[in-house]
């Protein structure tokens, strides 16, 4: 009876395990496509994971790199809806109901996630959840989204443009933000696979992802993501500068509009920019008058009528600053956005120096070496790849091949003079005969060895990839991710946004728990490559 016990309460044990891990799938999953979706899988998932916690006697809870940051904002963001001079039950509602679930993902997912095969699931499911947004961003472009319809652009200064998309987002700025983050990670992921197979997938999804990217025409997005080629290129391969040079030269060639957009960043002729600076002087105001506590988690909108300096429209509302860091800084107070930052910027900089053999400047462009054999290796695919178009039209010539002889058992047994006698001479022979005609021969065998050539390009392992690579991929691109987060934050609180926020703490976990790994493991770590 006890045996039967134990047995079952191990299977108790491990069905709470993998519905957690469901759970966790299917926020990442829905976090993109549906909100209310996603909220209900994490509190689900919370519930398992602390069912678990009460039945698994040998699970231990893990601290995480950023544990005491996120707990001092949690609670300072808690503290300044109470003292919030707009104290209200809807700033209650909002901060338990938004910050909850950012902290409840953080959460379960620094906890439960302890194994590559865990991450590598994640993966696919935010993948295949950004191949729905990419689709449905063309699906917009295609059809015909109207950007006056919607107020996302000035008609005075730009006239010619009639279509920004924003697919399952609700803005187009906040889904340039995420497209940001997704390619961010195929970089990550592009650094360290090494099948061309891999490298042409991860490729495509970048020139895709960066086209629907540009069909948001969000020019704060677009900087940032040059920048992050740009620090992608000097940190890890030039050549991609080259391509997205490329690709963006052909997109401004092609698209005017999306030309002026950009080159707009740099004057101050679009009211939104003058919105912007008018929106940064009240908030700088805000963060004057409640340096310690804040004006309260989400009521920026309730505060800024009282700091409207510049906008005169008592219709137009002011949901946040446009800015990241004055935005925290002016809704939870000075002390509450540094240690938001602290667990920001902290996960940014540990994320980014888990690269082996990390080079903070890679300048091959400039080295005679690298530059010629990066030439031969084009040459040579180029040569291949120019045969077997000859070969589909042509009468295939035969090509005369130099081979290394060698010798064949026969020749090396009856060559090596012994002194043997008549019967045991005889007796080799009749072996070495019989061998002869079992074992192929060798110049056949080469025949056929060279008959068969290798594929250009390898397509039957292109999920193959070991698990050190892959986290260490994955937590580089995390790292690129925030930072593009943080760029993005000097003109945008692309935080405000529920899908961000979650994406946010979400990915900030991966790197916590794949940063804990290897020390988790060390043991089996060194039994075998993980």
């Not at 059809?143 to 006239?159: E, L, N, R, Y």
């Not at 892959?470 to 003109?491: H, P, Q, R, V, Y």
Request: glycine share 6%; net charge positive.
């Amino acid at each position: 009876m006890n045996r039967v016990s134990v047995f079952a309460r191990r299977r108790r044990i491990k069905n709470l395990e993998q519905w957690t891990l469901y759970a966790i799938l299917v926020e990442a999953f829905f976090l993109a496509l549906s909100p209310s979706v996603a909220s209900a899988a994490v509190t689900f998932g919370v519930i398992t994971w602390f069912f678990r916690c009460q039945i698994d006697t040998k699970y231990k809870i893990r601290v995480l790199p950023f544990d005491v940051p996120v707990a001092i904002f949690l609670l300072i963001g808690a503290a300044s809806v109470f003292l919030s001079p707009a104290r209200s039950f809807h700033l209650i509602y909002n901060y338990f109901m938004l910050v909850g679930i950012y902290g409840l993902t953080y959460l379960i997912v620094g906890q439960s996630i302890r194994k590559p095969e865990q991450v590598r699931q994640i993966a696919k499911a935010l993948g295949a959840a950004a191949i729905l947004v990419v689709l449905w961003g063309f699906f917009q472009f295609i059809f015909g989204v109207d950007a006056a319809d919607v107020k996302w652009t000035d008609p005075d200064a730009f006239p010619e443009l009639r279509k920004r998309i924003f697919s399952t987002l609700e803005n187009p700025n906040v889904l340039a933000g995420y497209l940001d983050i997704f390619i961010c990670l195929a970089l990550g992921f592009l650094s360290k696979v090494e099948q061309r197979s891999q490298k042409i997938i991860l490729i495509a999804a970048i020139i895709l992802l960066a086209a629907c990217l540009t069909m948001t025409y969000s020019r704060g997005a677009f900087l940032t993501i040059a920048i992050m080629f740009a620090v992608y290129g000097v940190l890890q391969d030039w050549r991609v500068l080259i391509l997205f040079a490329a690709v963006t030269g052909l997109i401004a060639y092609s698209d005017s509009s999306f030309t002026n957009r950009i080159l707009s960043a740099f004057s101050m002729h679009d009211s939104s920019e003058n919105v912007r600076v008018g929106i940064w002087v009240s908030t700088s105001a805000m963060i004057s008058d409640h340096p310690f506590a804040g004006i309260g988690w989400g009521a920026y909108q309730f505060v800024y009528p009282q700091y409207n300096y510049y906008i005169a429209d008592p219709d137009i509302i002011i949901y946040h600053a446009h800015n990241i860091y004055l935005n925290y800084a002016a809704e939870v107070g000075i002390v509450g956005a540094l240690a938001f930052f602290w667990y920001f910027f902290g996960t940014l900089l540990m994320s980014l120096a888990l690269r082996s053999n990390q080079r903070f400047i890679k300048m091959e462009i400039f080295s005679g070496i690298s530059f010629a054999s990066d030439l031969a290796e084009i040459k040579t695919v180029l040569e291949d790849f120019s045969n077997k178009v000859l070969d589909l039209f042509g009468e295939k010539k035969p090509t005369l091949k130099l081979k290394k002889s060698r010798k064949s058992y026969r020749e090396v047994v009856h060559n090596e003079e012994m002194n043997f006698s008549d019967h045991t001479r005889k007796k080799f022979a009749d072996k070495n005969k019989n061998v002869d005609e079992n074992i192929p021969d060798a110049d056949k065998t080469d025949d056929k060895i060279d008959d068969k050539k290798s594929p250009l390009i390898d397509w039957s392992n292109i999920t193959k990839i070991s698990d050190k690579k892959f986290l260490e991929g994955f937590k580089f691109g995390i790292g690129l991710a925030f930072l593009s987060m943080a760029l993005n934050g000097l003109t945008d609180d692309l935080l405000f946004n529920i899908q961000s926020s979650m994406l946010m703490w979400m990915l900030g976990a991966l790197g916590a728990a794949i940063h804990l790994m290897p020390e988790e493991n060390d043991s089996r770590r060194r039994g075998r490559r993980i």
